[in-house]
């Protein structure tokens, strides 16, 4: 199994940039897939992908096995709980972890409030 624990959320005002950090241990000597989806009040969860609008970046730190969002200039919208799934795979599907979100190791998640 993955297990994944996510950091870096809390309150922010619009505009402000934010870090958050997924740490992956566990069984990692095969292909996993690691991602970042959030999950906002009343909608379906979504994949993060590598930006939003140009806004957030996705980067990682291998050797520490540490997978980060940066979030710049936040928008109230980007309120929601955040988080990072895995699966073993020898593809890294961006919406593998929302259509089967069953077969995905999840994190607790990190929230994520965006004030104007």
């Known amino acids: 199994e993955v297990r994944l624990v996510e950091s870096g959320g809390g309150s922010a005002q619009a505009g402000d940039s934010l870090r958050l950090s997924c740490v992956a241990s566990?069984?990692?000597?095969?292909?996993?897939?690691v991602r970042w989806f959030r999950q906002a009040p009343g909608k379906e969860r979504e994949a993060v992908g590598d930006?939003?609008?140009?806004?957030f970046t996705i980067s990682e730190d291998k050797a520490k096995n540490i997978l980060y969002l940066q979030m710049d200039n936040v928008k109230p919208e980007d309120t929601a709980m955040y988080y990072c799934?895995?699966?073993?795979?020898?593809?890294?599907?961006?919406?593998?972890?929302?259509?089967?979100?069953?077969?995905?190791?999840w994190g607790q998640g990190t929230q994520v409030t965006v004030s104007s």
């Open positions: 799934a895995a699966y073993y795979g020898n593809y890294c599907e961006r919406d593998y972890c929302v259509v089967t979100p069953r077969r995905c190791y």
């Open positions: 566990g069984y990692l000597h095969e292909n996993v897939c």
């Open positions: 930006s939003v609008k140009g806004r």
